[in-house]
């Protein structure tokens, strides 16, 4: 009697919960977005004189050969 009524309860649980993890997993516009950017602090001389580091893209972020 109590595995049946656990069994009843997940299930209505899945069938509530899955349509609304469907929702939330389509894209919409204002949504924040991630990206994967390889970069590397350079130092860059400022106009001034003073040495800034700044962050650049990599040419190559992976190696040629493993």
Known sequence: M???LTSILLFGLAA???PLAYAQAR???GNIE???IAEVEVEVKAADGKIEKNAARCKR???ARW
Request: hydrophobic content about 35%; glycine content about 6%; charged content about 20%.
């Open 2 to 4: 109590r595995k049946t």
């Open 16 to 18: 509530a919960a899955g």
């Open 27 to 29: 894209p919409a516009s």
């Open 34 to 36: 991630f990206k994967n």
């Open 61 to 63: 972020p992976f190696p």
